[in-house]
C-alpha cells in the first residue's frame, strides 16, 4: 500500500505562486517506478488531470496548466511537486498527489488551493 501525503496549498492571489510537494511511503515497490503526478478537483467538478511524470521523466499536462505548472520529483526523497505560477481563479480546487503502478492507483487526500483576489 503506497500513502501519499500533500503539503503547500494555501490562498493566493491572481499571478501569484505556490509549490506542492508530496512524499510517498508504505509498503511499495521502488519509487522510480511509479508514474506520479497530481489531479486536482474544483467545487462542482469532476477531478481533473494536472500533470503526470514517469520516472524517464516523460510528461503529460492538463490544457489549461501546461504553460504555467511544472511536474518534477526526487526519486530519493520519494517526493513530488507541482510548481505552480501565474495562478488564476480557475486554478481554485483540492489538489490530489498520485501514483500509479501497472493497474494500481494511489491517492493523497488532497490539499486546498484557493485563488482569489
Known amino acids: 500500500q503506497v500513502h501519499l501525503v500533500e503539503s503547500g496549498g494555501g490562498l493566493v492571489e491572481p499571478g501569484e505562486s505556490l509549490k506542492l510537494s508530496c512524499v510517498a511511503s508504505g509498503n511499495m515497490f521502488p519509487i522510480t517506478l511509479y508514474t506520479l503526478g497530481w489531479y486536482r478537483q474544483a467545487p462542482g467538478q469532476q477531478r481533473e488531470l494536472v500533470a503526470t511524470l514517469t520516472n524517464p521523466g516523460a510528461t503529460t499536462y492538463g490544457d489549461s496548466v501546461e504553460d504555467r505548472f511544472t511536474i518534477s520529483r526526487e526519486n530519493d526523497k520519494q517526493m513530488v511537486y507541482l510548481q505552480m505560477n501565474d495562478l488564476r481563479v480557475e486554478d481554485t480546487g483540492v489538489y490530489y498527489c498520485?501514483?500509479?503502478?501497472?493497474?494500481?492507483?494511489?491517492w493523497g487526500h488532497g490539499t486546498q488551493v484557493n485563488v482569489s483576489s
Open positions: 498520485y501514483a500509479r503502478l501497472s493497474q494500481s492507483h494511489y
